[in-house]
């Protein structure tokens, strides 16, 4: 099954994070299928961002709304939901990063868990079909160093506050599920609610702080070497591209077979790209060469050393599955800082990727 340009165009789609990494290239995506975009987000936080770079508001000025709010604000997330009237939602506003996780524990729950809460409670008053896409992570689950992909009924966890957010999340969503959609007096029979688990993403555009391959660019950009945290720690490298295709998929299937679909959901790469943070780096060297050296210590926050996602429920059921392999994920997103580095504009070398990976 491929995406569907029919289905979105002119489609009411509420996206949250849109002024993130994913968010961005997401917004972009949607908006050359046609899709009519409200956005959800806190303003980007770095001067330099993708979504800033894109200038969708100014190059689709008829298609994309955008609303800098807190998720933690309830009244402001039910106005705008009002004001947007989804067909879709496409959640992936987050606190995202481990690290922040542990600097700011509080507010990682509060955006994680209570930010999600707010945004169904206001879904609860739409008056029509709404099919719902919650994002969460691949580190929703209990991680026991499996060398097995994770599936999606095995046990949720989370040693680090992010993660246990996420995993929170999810339990949170499906009670929310299990108890409000539905033909009861006390529920909706409107929405259809569906959780997305993705693997690590890469890919150009990404600025911010604490992940390997923005790092790796600014180091290396500015002739600096490299400090590899976690050098043996495994993850499902993917690119941006590949869970993206997989929500849109996804929506498309909760709108048209609700009861089918409105479940948990794992997308992740082939398992040739479960690779080290090390081999990440060696890959990423030929490309755009530069220094790197192991700072692990025994002192560090605690992070998953090895983490894979099984994938065959989308691949069998959505019919989705990952179109790039390892080398050409690092080769994509190596050679789009490049470009934008030697003066390429981020908005063609997005819609370059998008049009290489077959979009729409």
């Given at each position: 099954?491929?995406?569907?340009?029919?289905?979105?165009a002119?489609?009411?789609v509420?996206?949250?994070?849109?002024?993130?990494f994913?968010?961005?290239?997401?917004?972009l995506w949607?908006?050359?299928?046609?899709?009519?975009?409200?956005?959800?987000?806190?303003?980007?936080?770095?001067?330099?961002s993708?979504?800033?770079?894109?200038?969708?508001?100014?190059?689709?000025?008829?298609?994309l709304?955008?609303?800098?709010?807190?998720?933690?604000?309830?009244?402001?997330?039910a106005?705008?939901v009002?004001h947007?009237?989804?067909?879709?939602?496409?959640?992936?506003?987050?606190q995202?990063?481990?690290?922040?996780?542990?600097?700011d524990p509080?507010?990682?729950?509060?955006t994680n868990?209570?930010?999600?809460?707010?945004?169904?409670?206001a879904?609860?008053?739409l008056?029509?079909?709404?099919a719902?896409?919650?994002?969460?992570?691949?580190k929703?689950?209990?991680n026991r160093?499996?060398?097995?992909?994770y599936r999606e009924?095995?046990?949720l966890?989370?040693?680090?506050?992010y993660?246990?957010s996420?995993?929170a999340?999810?339990l949170?969503?499906?009670?929310?599920?299990?108890?409000?959609?539905?033909?009861?007096a006390?529920?909706?029979?409107?929405?259809?609610i569906a959780?997305a688990r993705?693997g690590?993403?890469i890919?150009?555009?990404d600025?911010a702080?604490d992940?390997?391959?923005p790092?790796?660019?600014?180091?290396?950009a500015?002739?600096?070497t490299?400090d590899l945290?976690?050098?043996r720690?495994?993850r499902?490298?993917?690119?941006?591209?590949?869970p993206?295709?997989?929500?849109?998929q996804?929506a498309e299937a909760?709108?048209?077979?609700?009861?089918?679909?409105?479940?948990?959901?794992?997308?992740?790469?082939?398992?040739?790209?479960n690779?080290?943070?090390?081999?990440?780096?060696?890959?990423?060297?030929?490309?755009?060469p530069?220094?790197?050296?192991?700072?692990?210590?025994?002192?560090?926050?605690h992070?998953?050393?090895l983490?894979?996602?099984?994938?065959?429920k989308?691949?069998s059921?959505?019919?989705?599955q990952?179109r790039?392999?390892?080398?050409?994920?690092?080769?994509?997103?190596?050679?789009?800082?490049?470009?934008?580095?030697?003066?390429?504009?981020?908005?063609?070398?997005c819609?370059?990727?998008?049009?290489a990976y077959?979009?729409g």
């Open positions: 099954m491929s995406i569907d340009p029919a289905f979105w002119g489609r009411r509420l996206l949250t994070g849109h002024t993130g994913k968010g961005a290239w997401l917004a949607l908006l050359q299928l046609g899709a009519r975009v409200e956005g959800l987000a806190l303003p980007p936080e770095a001067t330099t993708l979504y800033g770079a894109l200038e969708l508001e100014h190059r689709f000025p008829e298609q709304q955008s609303h800098l709010l807190d998720l933690r604000d309830a009244e402001a997330v106005a705008a009002r947007a009237r989804p067909q879709v939602v496409l959640h992936l506003a987050a995202a990063l481990v690290r922040r996780g542990y600097a509080l507010g990682t729950w509060a868990v209570q930010g999600s809460l707010h945004l169904l409670e879904l609860r008053c008056p029509h079909p709404c719902v896409v919650m994002v969460t992570t691949d929703v689950y209990e160093e499996w060398l097995h992909g009924p095995d046990r966890g989370g040693h680090d506050p993660s246990a996420k995993a999340a999810e949170a969503i499906a009670s929310w599920r299990s108890s409000f959609c539905g033909s009861g006390h529920q909706t029979p409107h929405l259809a959780t993705a690590n993403v890919g150009g555009g600025w702080p992940r390997i391959v790092d790796a660019m600014r180091a290396w500015a002739a600096e490299l945290r976690h050098p720690a495994t499902p490298w993917q690119h941006v591209l590949e993206l295709g997989g929500y849109l996804l909760l709108s048209r077979h609700p009861a089918a679909f409105a479940e948990a959901w794992n997308f992740g790469p082939g398992l040739e790209s690779r080290t943070v090390q081999e990440l780096v060696l890959a990423l060297q030929p490309h755009w530069g220094r790197w050296r192991d700072c692990s210590g025994p002192g560090a926050p992070e998953a050393g983490l894979h996602l099984a994938i065959d989308a691949v059921r959505l019919l989705w990952p790039w392999d390892f080398a050409t994920t690092v080769a994509r997103t190596a050679g789009w800082y490049r470009q934008v580095y030697e003066g390429a504009s981020p908005l063609a070398c819609q370059a990727d998008l049009e077959g979009a």
